[in-house]
């Protein structure tokens, strides 16, 4: 089974509308952590956020939020008043805590294109 | 330097050659992965060394991936007899010891004739 999810089809968003972007995980491990990655054209792999599987309150990192619902496995991406400099693959990724394993595996991402 | 550093940016070689990739971390980050990431995809992890040790090498796809890590610092991810198949940008990242962000290089685009 795949433990990271990301289904959505490219996604468009007008400028400065919210964007919501899906992600459900499998895991066992009752600690992990939760981290979105933006990927722009140029290649580079950079950090928006993390929220932690015991963080009681969801993580938000100035336009961006994590809507963490840990009942359903999901940590949707919330990017609010959208740039166009927000176009780029979005992916989501997980680390489990237990054992030796100590890897962030990521999800297939999503294309998101915010349009002027 | 202030970020990952990753050579070379870019690698043209024919099938059948090996070829060595590097990556130097960020100073006292303890933590160094490899990834790879073919054109359109996700991130595939590779191998995770914790200082010069590699507790997990799960994700080397063949015996041709091999790689080792001195000094605590630079990373040398060799391929043997590439494939075409090994075509890729292959990213390393670096993290301090139980820290939560990975932060990556540029990346090496590979690609075999």
Known sequence: ?116 | GAGVSQSPSNKVTEKGKDVELRCDPISGHTALYWYRQRLGQGLEFLIYFQGNSAPDKSGLPSDRFSAERTGESVSTLTIQRTQQEDSAVYLCASSFLGGEKLFFGSGTQLSVL
């Open chain 1, 1 to 116: 089974a795949q433990k990271i999810t990301q289904t959505q089809p490219g996604m468009f968003v007008q400028e400065k509308e919210a964007v919501t972007l899906d992600c459900t995980y499998d895991t066992s491990d009752p600690s992990y952590g939760l981290f979105w990655y933006k990927q722009p054209s140029s290649g580079e792999m950079i950090f928006l956020i993390y929220q932690g599987s015991y963080d009681q309150q969801n993580a938000t990192e100035g336009r961006y939020s994590l809507n963490f619902q840990k009942a359903r496995k999901s940590a949707n991406l919330v990017i609010s008043a959208s740039q166009l400099g927000d176009s780029a693959m979005y992916f989501c990724a997980m680390r489990e805590r237990t054992g030796a394993n100590s890897k962030l595996t990521f999800g297939k991402g999503i294309t998101l294109s915010v349009r002027p």
